[in-house]
């Protein structure tokens, strides 16, 4: 059972160029998160799927666009990086679909991306 | 847009020593979660504790246990007999319109000293 697993750990990208991050879980959750941490700001939402073949924007979803291929990934796509997008991403899940175990509604963290664009 | 605030920045504590951090929080649900995350050096979140909101009774998990105050929409962390290991920044979360989403609050960076 690996939880939450990203690639890749670090990229760094020049301006312009594209990619993708990917995310996956193993514990069958329905939502799914990817997040921006930057330095002295917390975490931020970017983009949100609450279930296979739905997405939602978050607080700061411009630059990005995601993709959940199935309920067990949930990408995330630079098309023309930015410095700007420099930041650690995290990925993340989590289930409410029952309220009687533990973790409902916890959000289990991926280790996250740490991304450089010069 | 529902916000989480987090007052200190940093802090530090003497090993063995207790230790609070601020949280306060702005919702107009009446039902909402709320979560300390604790992210060390390795960067890894890790969960330590959550309360409901419905919830009266402060929630406990070992050295760490919170105040949470509803009518102020306060949620303190208290991390009792600190350990070097509780070395890290920490994460106040609420949940956000209802949903699962979460408003992180900035955090604040910990530091136990021997």
């Known amino acids: 059972n690996a939880g939450v697993t990203q690639t890749p750990k670090f990229q760094v990208l020049k301006t312009g160029q594209s990619m993708t991050l990917q995310c996956a879980q193993d514990?069958?959750?329905?939502?799914m998160y990817w997040y921006r941490q930057d330095p002295g700001m917390g975490l931020r939402l970017i983009y949100y799927?609450?279930?296979?073949?739905?997405?939602d924007k978050g607080e700061v979803p411009n630059g990005y666009n995601v993709s959940r291929l199935n309920k067990r990934e949930f990408s995330l796509r630079l098309e023309s990086a930015a410095p700007s997008q420099t930041s650690v991403y995290f990925c993340?899940?989590?289930?409410?679909?029952?309220?009687?175990?533990?973790?409902?509604?916890?959000?289990?963290f991926g280790p996250g991306t740490r991304l450089t664009v010069l | 847009a529902q916000t989480v605030t987090q007052s200190q920045p940093e802090m530090s504590v003497q090993e063995a020593e207790t230790v609070t951090l601020s949280c306060t929080y702005d919702?107009?649900?009446?039902?909402?979660?709320l979560f300390w995350y604790k992210q060390p050096p390795s960067r890894q979140m890790i969960l330590v504790i959550r309360?409901?909101?419905?919830?009266?009774q402060n929630a406990t998990e070992n050295r760490f246990s919170v105040n949470f105050q509803k009518a102020a929409k306060s949620f303190s962390l208290k991390i009792s007999d600190s350990q070097l290991g509780d070395t890290a920044m920490y994460f106040c979360?609420?949940?956000?319109?209802?949903?699962?989403?979460?408003?992180f609050g900035k955090g604040t960076k910990l530091t136990v000293n021997p």
């Open positions: 919702t107009s649900e009446s039902n909402y979660y």
């Open positions: 309360q409901e909101a419905y919830k009266q």
């Open positions: 993340a899940s989590s289930d409410k679909d029952s309220i009687f175990i533990s973790s409902y509604n916890e959000q289990f």
């Open positions: 799927s609450a279930s296979e073949g739905t997405t």
């Open positions: 979360a609420s949940t956000q319109g209802g949903s699962e989403k979460l408003v």
């Open positions: 514990m069958n959750h329905n939502s």
